[in-house]
């Protein structure tokens, strides 16, 4: 039952602060030392690697930063059809996503190796959940919509609280800065509902003004690259519309060739501002419509960001580009819930 929202898409984009608080009373306060870890049964992974496709590939990206910045932990993500490219390495723990649990090609990947699998779903069921060895249930109720969204967020708080986890069983990640990240993690449910009542507004001005262009390109820095890429694939599955992601500092090897006077450029988060400065130069030089996605002043896209960046990066403004690709789709027609070609389970390889 969709209540009152106009599609599903609209609901469970509604849903994710509710969802996210769920999610992390289950999780806050059991990171310390690798608790949670051994609740699942797990024993400390000398290595991870992370296996997805699609939008819960961009979830895997931020889990490695984390892992890596937080606790010195190498790991490696997997685009799952390409697994044959990954190599077993001993003390490695496998973790895989996928919000429906029944995606082929991460299955098949799993054949692969004999790593220890943690499966990160909301299907706890699953033929994934059935695989592993342990589950992480994302608890977020059902997604109806194609396209992930509440899953999403769900997606990058446990594979946060599982990389914190790691970190802090490996013993470098320190008690006082592993307590200030939970505190902030604490605070996300809050700054989601609030980036999404911020960005309700503009990301529906911003399709008036840009729906009918034919394509954008998404940038970001760091720990925001997974966000524009997450932002653009939601554009390209429900709006139809060809999108380029990368790093920032990647533009001037090549797409910049892309841009002319009001092409859409979508600059996503990444706190100091200072970092995506030259980018944004360039672009503005070329005459393209930069829309700034962040908590400042100058946001066309405004977030609710805590005051210093996290580790997993600027999560709240997934939930501002659901909404504007969101307002895109209906100005264009299109079949927000049911896009073409798309089905919520590709249960093929
Ligand atoms: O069920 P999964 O999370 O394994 O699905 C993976 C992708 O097929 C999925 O994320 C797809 O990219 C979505 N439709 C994105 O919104």
Redesign the pocket.
Known sequence: DRGDAPDFTAKEIDEQPAAARRLLDGLLGRLADGRLLTDLGLARPDRVRLV?????RHAAEVVARVLAVEGGVPSRVVTASEADLAVPEPGTLTMA???????AD?LAALDRWDDPVLALTNAPRSSLARRADAVLGLGCGPEIG???TK?FTAQVIAGVAVALAIASASGRLAPARLAALEQVLDGLPARLAASAALAAAPAAALADELADRPGAVFVSRGAGVPYAQEGA??LE?LAYRWVEALPAGELKHGPIALLGPGTPVVVVGAEPRERLAVGIAEVTARGARTVLVGSGEDADLPVCLPAEEPPWGPLEAAVALQLFAREVTVRLGHEVDRPRN?A???TVE
């Open positions: 997805a496709c699609g939008t819960s996503l996928s919000q429906s649990g029944e995606t991460v194609v396209a992930a899953t694939l939601k599955e798309l919520k389970s590709v």
